[in-house]
């Protein structure tokens, strides 16, 4: 039988290696615009319970949603300070501070439909994780928020209204800010979370944005009109500081990537069906839908034509990327 001593050493070297145990646990806490009830957020949680779970908590996430932890800059600014924030579910425009290819997917009217995006991503979403690593960030996920249309409070039949309006984009979106800009408009860039009161006091009073994010944004309230003409696919992606992700044991990650890259798929599929309910409600609380012109609509894929010949020659994004993006579209039969 050990003697008492025996015991009091082992006791100590159990509480001399409770503290690596517990350090084991790695906690990722993410920042994000989305509101808590917004598709994205549902799935977020869920995904958070199952790591939670699969790693035995070694791994815990915890979000900080609804834009409380401040704008773009704020969050990537606290991420690289590595101490309040690991991470952030943020759109491309915002993260393009941080990799200005991450907006490839919304360059103007890149896509004609779904069935192209469901051809496309499956082969360039890697190539966009590949440069996220490249600058210090490991991608999670990845998930398409909608097609984005141009609404507005006054009436909108075609560029002569855009012209006109007072027109919000999203500030760093250089792609919407040079595309409206080559259309002759004087866009407005503002955080989103400044949109709702600028559409209210009349600061702004045309937007670029998914019936989804209108409503979940609360601006469907003052929209009264939507052309009808995706302008841009709009894709948010899920990123954690290297260096957060280093310190996650490599089973553990495994298990985190397949458990959000699942949940993407999930946001992917619910999004484009909230979407649909979210237009729907909006045309039952007076929205009108207004249908181009074949000339307005030839007008406006022009601008995006020229919009991303500038880009690439310019040498403002890879090009690349936009080449794997044209190979598999026309692999899926569509045409630029």
Do not use: C
Request: proline share 6%.
């Amino acid at each position: 039988m050990p003697s008492p001593f025996l015991r009091l050493l082992g006791l100590l070297a159990l509480l001399l290696a409770a503290p690596l145990v517990l350090a084991q646990t790695q906690t990722l806490r993410l920042a994000t615009l989305a509101p808590d009830g917004s598709p994205w957020m549902r799935e977020l949680r869920a995904a958070a319970e199952a790591v939670k779970a699969e790693t035995k908590g070694r791994v815990e996430i915890r979000y900080f949603p609804g834009g409380v932890m401040g704008n773009d800059q704020a969050v990537l600014r606290r991420i690289r300070q590595g101490g309040q924030l690991q991470g952030g579910v943020l759109t491309s425009s915002e993260l393009s501070l941080v990799y200005p290819d991450a907006p490839v997917y919304t360059l103007p009217f890149l896509f004609e439909d779904w069935a192209a995006v469901d051809r496309v991503r499956p082969r360039v979403d890697p190539l966009l994780a590949k440069g996220f690593a490249e600058r210090g960030f490991h991608m999670l996920g990845a998930s398409g928020v909608g097609f984005a249309y141009l609404m507005s409070t006054r009436p909108l039949r075609g560029p002569d209204d855009v012209r006109r309006a007072k027109l919000w984009v999203p500030q760093n979106d250089r792609i919407a800010e040079l595309t409206f800009r080559e259309g002759g408009a004087s866009p407005i860039p503002l955080p989103i979370g400044d949109v709702f009161t600028g559409l209210q006091t009349g600061m702004v009073d045309m937007v670029a944005n998914t019936p989804a994010g209108a409503v979940a944004l609360q601006w469907h309230g003052r929209l009264r009109y939507l052309y009808d003409l995706p302008l841009a696919y709009v894709v948010g992606y899920i990123i954690v500081d290297t260096r957060a992700w280093n310190r996650i044991a490599p089973a553990d990650q495994a298990v985190v990537d397949r458990i959000f890259k699942a949940a993407a798929a999930r946001v992917d599929a619910s999004i484009r069906r909230d979407d649909a309910a979210a237009l729907e409600a909006m045309k039952k609380q007076g929205l009108t839908v207004v249908t181009p012109s074949a000339a307005d609509a030839a007008y406006f894929r022009q601008i995006g034509e020229t919009v991303v010949r500038r880009l690439y020659e310019e040498g403002r994004m890879d090009a690349s990327l936009l080449t794997a993006i044209r190979e598999a579209k026309a692999a899926s039969g569509s045409a630029d």
